[in-house]
């Protein structure tokens, strides 16, 4: 790491062009760094906004092929700077990784995965084979496993920068899914399937407002299963797990199948007779099975949704029960209404709905129509609840107000309000971290100053106004 006096800022007298050597990019207060720079053991090295060392800047790049502008900040950091034919890359261990415990390597581009895994576990001083390398994503998780051991990190489009991540655990053979199996427990009490054991991955339910109950998604176990299979044949798989023998299913009929994604069930998985390769899982997904009371088997028009009553004269919400829509007829908003008028045995005109965001404990109305004002003229549009606004998918909320007990505008519950007032203090305090943070990053280069910008000749300025008589 560097120490504050190896700072640099990127601001000289006169900003030097793109094709000028990263040396003429000094102030000339600074020029006693000019020895250090063509050191044989030192580089330069970009600092993000928040303080992290990015990968060196090659000896040979231009200001332009390292992106720097005024204002940049530098640190200059003993080692050599990677040439042309090298990666720099930050790897960790596990899946956790907390920012500044990466460490790094520079190694040549033409390696393999085999071989970068095999430096990486002997800088990390680990050993064995039951090992592989993920790539970070752009939600900083692990990502899709490098299977081609073989490649050679240049064909896989490795750049430097990138973050790999050391995962234990052997990746399974060619054609064959690694799946890790979650519980996914039912709603209302399942006291007695809950084990304190297990791994739990806990998160907040769709049942909004102070009703909300928390469930967790307990971890199972992994299958290795041919991608060839189906969807009957990996629930099959999953109720031989181990863990399994403590919850009473009767059979994969009783079991509903979700991708986990980001810790919840994200995409739902409905044909059982699909095989697993045309479900497009991937390499890293995970799969939460939810019991069901009877067998069900949804179609591929079929929409299962959420749906909570609200209680008349209380800010709060009944329990959620599973609504499946069928839209074979269309994803607008007057065959939704109608579908959950039918099922809670109410006239259309007499109910009111909206889909709840839990990201932003927020809800939005649905309406039956809207309207879409072109420059031609005005038309009714029919909506598609699968687009903007709504965004409609399997398993998200829909609350449903009774206007023969409450004719009101607000779906929200005390639970929303102080949800939404905690996470605009959480996003205040972040806003004056960043600003506290930008303050003391200039303070440190206030010794260093900004060229005074040219000011352009002044010119004088008529207005004629017309008669409009």
């Known amino acids: 790491m560097c120490s504050q006096g190896d700072l640099v800022n990127v601001n000289s007298q006169k900003w030097p062009e793109c094709g000028d050597s990263p040396e003429e990019l000094m102030p000339q207060k600074e020029s006693h760094l000019k020895e250090a720079l063509g050191a044989e053991n030192s ?3 970009p600092i993000d906004r928040n303080g992290k060392l990015l990968c060196p800047v090659p000896d040979s790049y231009t200001l332009k092929e390292a992106e720097l502008k005024p204002g940049s900040l530098l640190g200059l950091c003993p080692g050599k700077a990677p040439t042309s034919s090298q990666l720099f890359l930050f790897f960790a ?3 956790d990784v907390q920012p500044g415990t990466e460490m790094e390597i520079i190694v040549e581009e033409t390696v393999s995965v085999r071989g970068c895994l095999k430096i990486m576990l002997e800088k990390s001083g680990l050993s064995g084979d039951t090992w592989h390398l993920r790539k970070m994503d752009w939600c900083f998780e692990a990502g ?8 050679t990190l240049k064909e896989l489009m490795i750049c430097s920068g990138d973050t790999l991540l050391l995962t234990e655990g052997k990746l ?6 690694k799946v890790p199996i979650w519980w996914y427990p039912p709603r209302g009490p399942w006291h007695h399937w809950h084990h304190q054991d297990q791994m739990d991955c806990t ?3 769709g049942a909004p407002g102070d009703r909300q109950a928390e469930v967790s998604l307990h971890y199972l176990g992994d299958i290795e299963i041919s991608e060839d299979a189906t969807l009957g044949e990996l629930k099959s798989q999953a109720l031989t797990l181990p863990n399994f023998s403590e919850f009473p299913v009767p059979s994969p009929a009783f079991l509903r199948a979700w991708t986990v994604e980001y810790k919840r069930p994200g995409r739902l998985l409905r044909v059982h007779q699909q095989q697993l390769k045309e479900c497009k899982l991937g390499k890293r997904t995970e799969i939460c099975l939810e019991p069901l009371q009877k067998e069900e088997y949804l179609g591929p028009q079929d929409v299962l949704l959420r749906t909570q009553m609200r209680l008349p004269g209380k800010r709060a919400y009944a329990l959620p029960m599973d609504l499946v829509w069928d839209t074979a007829r269309g994803w607008t908003a007057g065959s939704l209404r109608q579908r959950v008028a039918n099922f809670c045995s109410l006239p259309v005109e007499k109910i009111e709905i909206a889909k709840y965001f839990p990201e932003k404990f927020e809800w939005l109305p649905i309406s039956s129509w809207n309207q879409q004002i072109t420059k031609k003229k005005k038309k009714k549009k029919q909506d598609n609840l699968q ?3 709504y965004y409609l998918k399997d398993g998200d909320t829909i609350g449903i107000k009774n206007l023969l007990l409450e004719d009101d505008d607000d779906f929200s519950t005390d639970g929303d309000d102080a949800r939404r007032g905690r996470q605009n203090l959480l996003t205040l305090g972040r806003k004056e971290s960043q600003e506290a943070l930008r303050v003391q990053s200039s303070d440190n ?7 005074a910008r040219p000011r352009g000749p002044e010119a004088s300025l008529s207005i004629r106004v017309g008669s409009f008589r």
């Open 445 to 451: 280069f206030s010794g260093a100053e900004m060229p």
């Open 203 to 205: 998160f907040a339910q």
């Open 144 to 151: 899709e496993p490098l299977c081609e051991e073989d490649a």
């Open 387 to 389: 687009g903007a606004p």
């Open 43 to 45: 580089c330069l090295r």
């Open 172 to 177: 399974p053979p060619l054609g064959f899914l």
């Open 93 to 95: 261990v596990g899946s």
